[in-house]
């Protein structure tokens, strides 16, 4: 007799058979690599994507500035980036895939512009 991996159910049909269903399947997949420690790539993948859904909802004009310590305090961090875009008058912009950011002083006070990314930014 043989059970399921997930749900501990009795499996009938092909011998080789692991799961009752394919949400047992999952879940079981799921609960696995939730334990698994996270890999070099997850965590920079994690962090990439935190930094976008962040510079996303402090960037609802397509421009903004925001206190460096806002964006730090939920957890951006500008060392991880997608890609870079150098401006004409020399400014670089590094992007978290479709959202910019460029570190500036203004009144003593660090800041970060952030932009949208424009057609005109191929060239």
Same mark, same amino acid.
């Given at each position: 007799m043989? &059970?399921?991996?997930?749900?501990?159910?009795?499996? $009938?049909?092909?011998?080789?058979? !692991?799961?009752?269903?394919?949400?047992?399947?999952?879940? &079981?997949?799921?609960?696995?690599?939730?334990?698994? $420690?996270?890999?070099?790539?997850? !965590?920079?993948d994690d962090q990439l994507k935190l930094n976008r859904k962040i510079l996303r909802k402090y960037n609802t004009a397509g421009k903004a500035t925001v206190r460096k310590a806002v964006l730090h305090n939920k957890g951006f961090n500008p060392k991880y980036f997608t890609h870079g875009w150098r401006a004409k008058n020399g400014n670089l912009w590094l992007f978290?895939?479709?959202?910019?950011?460029?570190?500036?002083?203004?009144?003593?006070?660090?800041?970060?512009?952030?932009?949208?990314?424009?057609?005109y930014m191929e060239d």
């Open positions: 043989k &059970y399921c991996l997930a749900c501990e159910e009795e499996l $009938e049909g092909r011998v080789d058979k !692991k799961y009752c269903s394919e949400y047992c399947k999952s879940a &079981y997949h799921y609960e696995r690599n939730k334990q698994k $420690e996270k890999t070099l790539f997850r !965590k920079i978290c895939y479709e959202y910019g950011f460029m570190k500036r002083v203004e009144n003593e006070k660090e800041k970060y512009v952030l932009v949208t990314w424009q057609p």
